[in-house]
């Protein structure tokens, strides 16, 4: 996948700008807060459908503007070019589009282009909490399984519902044990879903893993990535899918239908796939508790060349990498690592400084200069 130009109009700071992008590697440099992460916003944003710095769609709009929009063209394979498109008013509701076409919303729009964001935050992936897994997770598999993103909003819209009934019941208000029973068979059957999609992703890219941080540290130590779920003490076996499946809807919900008044006391639904994890080791110590920052790091890395492997895997070709001023935190070593690991694919990092990317053989650079808003062509000039 290449993603060839992107426009963008009141776009954060980007009030009128058009990056036309080489195949290989590109280079965004400038000083801070000039909008070089903001061309990166605008791309992963048709990647993900929403901003990857978890605003709202209206704080993409550049202040005192009614509306941002932004385009972006790619290829896919070696078919036709393909636009998409997306108007963000400063209120009401988006528009998508494909090649001119409305799309009825993100979920339509999500899979058709396919980027791995690696971004500082991204370091902290092993020290920091579940949450930041499971959304290394959700991000990974639903762009590349619209089953995924249909069960996973249909588990969050159910799970927010639930958690308001429960307070609502915490404040008095009489609910039916056929209610209940009903919003636990809709969260069961979601996260039966979410669960297998989960296990096997982390199985599948767990030697992916391995691999690429057995390469960058010379092959001393070996990492493990396991699905770690509430949900393992319904499975009784390693048997196939619809076994498990149905076994992890079973026990999802009688959980759900016998600890009601706990899960009153406490406002929140204590069971289901909003509470997993993803295990890491390290030749079998905990990788959080026990791996240097520099190996937690290393194993960061890892993971989100993994989820590259994966996209290719699933999609038949590489997604595109964005950078975002992530080299400025890692050493020489990683980051000549990550661009031969990265060798022939297209690449956009951001930086402060032009040299950014270290000597060797890596294709074609392009180098853009950003600042205030403006980004100059591939020779730098404004």
Request: with cysteine; proline share 3%; glycine share 10%.
């Amino acid at each position: 996948m290449i993603i060839k130009k992107a426009t963008y109009g009141n776009f954060r700071n980007l009030r009128d700008v058009t990056v036309n992008f080489s195949d290989g590697v590109n280079v965004l440099w400038g000083m801070n807060a000039q909008g070089k992460s903001n061309v990166l916003e605008g791309l992963y944003y048709f990647a993900r459908g929403r901003s990857f710095r978890g605003v709202k769609d209206r704080d993409l709009v550049t202040f005192g503007e009614a509306a941002a929009r932004c385009e972006i063209e790619f290829i896919r394979g070696e078919g036709a070019a393909v636009r998409l498109g997306a108007a963000i008013p400063a209120s009401g509701k988006k528009k998508l589009y494909r090649n001119g076409a409305p799309l009825k919303g993100s979920a339509e729009m999500l899979g058709n282009f396919k980027a791995v964001l690696f971004c500082p935050a991204h370091l902290s992936l092993v020290s920091g909490g579940p949450a930041e897994r499971r959304q290394y997770l959700d991000i990974a598999i639903a762009q590349n399984s619209a089953a995924y993103i249909y069960y996973l909003s249909n588990y969050r819209r159910f799970l927010a519902e639930r958690n308001a009934l429960l307070k609502r019941c915490a404040a008095g208000v009489s609910v039916s044990r056929e209610e209940w029973e009903t919003y636990a068979e809709q969260l069961s059957v979601a996260a039966s879903e979410i669960y297998s999609f989960r296990d096997e992703y982390c199985r599948a890219v767990s030697d992916d893993v391995a691999a690429y941080f057995r390469e960058m540290t010379g092959g001393r130590e070996t990492p493990l990535l396991s699905y770690t779920s509430q949900m393992d003490g319904f499975v009784t076996d390693e048997g196939d899918h619809p076994e498990v499946k149905a076994e992890t809807k079973e026990g999802l919900y009688l959980k759900l239908t016998s600890n009601i008044e706990r899960e009153v006391a406490a406002g929140s639904t204590l069971w289901g796939p909003h509470k997993d994890d993803v295990h890491i080791t390290l030749n079998g110590n905990e990788a959080k508790f026990f791996a240097s920052q520099g190996q937690q790091r290393s194993l960061a890395l890892s993971m989100k060349l993994a989820e590259g492997e994966f996209s290719r895997r699933m999609s038949g070709e590489y997604p595109v990498f964005l950078l975002d001023d992530v080299f400025s935190e890692l050493d020489d070593s990683r980051r000549r690592f990550i661009m031969e690991s990265l060798k022939g694919r297209q690449i956009i990092v951001t930086s402060c400084e032009p040299s950014v990317v270290p000597g060797g053989d890596f294709g074609n650079i392009a180098y853009f200069r950003v600042a205030g808003g403006e980004v100059g062509g591939p020779d730098g000039e404004m």
